[in-house]
């Protein structure tokens, strides 16, 4: 049963994402909403904010080369899963894989991915990525998924998330910050 409810948070995840129900900008705006907060008490819940970038967020590749994008998370506090929409050219970049991060497989917890491109919106990819069963969540840095594309067209592009979510071990959403959150391609 356990098992059942983890891979439906995962198709949950995945669905809700796709739907976009998730809050499309991601950043926690608790700071700068309650100015009351003491300076100490404000700096210490920014280094304990996850922050989610992609990785490399410059790279120049050739016609022809494959160019792989990793998300990555910082300062992650009993993270249990991520669901994501990543938009892409699709003139210029032509997806090949995705592929699981690390991160939640750290502790040895069994972990699931499921991924899409949209297939009314080809220049969108969707995924979501969890944990499974009665397990905590993970804590510190890691990679969530790993995106290969391959260089089509020449020019400049950019990688962005789009709709992003982050959930505890009890099924919560998690605020938090991006450190970038787009990635640019440069392909020559």
């Not at 098992?3 to 900008?25: A, D, H, Y």
């Not at 969530?144 to 919560?172: C, H, M, P, W």
Request: some cysteine; glycine content about 8%; proline content about 4%.
């Amino acid at each position: 049963m356990k098992r059942t409810m983890s891979v439906m948070m995962v198709v949950g995840l995945f669905v809700s994402i796709g739907c976009g129900k998730f809050n499309p900008t991601g950043p926690s705006e608790a700071v700068a909403a309650n100015v009351t907060k003491s300076a100490v008490a404000t700096e210490m819940e920014a280094a304990t904010t996850p922050v989610l970038s992609l990785s490399p967020s410059q790279v120049t590749v050739n016609v022809g080369d494959d160019v792989v994008v990793e998300a990555v998370v910082e300062n992650a506090v009993n993270l249990y899963g991520i669901a994501a929409t990543i938009q892409f050219e699709s003139s210029k970049l032509q997806f090949v894989r995705d592929e699981e991060g690390e991160f939640l497989k750290s502790t040895k917890n069994p972990t699931s991915m499921m991924s899409a491109i949209r297939l009314q919106e080809p220049n969108k990819w969707v995924a979501g990525v969890s944990s499974l069963g009665n397990v905590p969540g993970v804590n510190g840095i890691g990679t969530l998924f790993r995106i290969t594309f391959k260089a089509i067209g020449s020019g400049q592009v950019e990688l962005s998330f789009i709709e992003t979510g982050l959930r505890d071990a009890t099924n919560s959403d998690i605020k938090f910050d991006f450190g970038s959150r787009s990635a640019t391609i440069t392909i020559k």
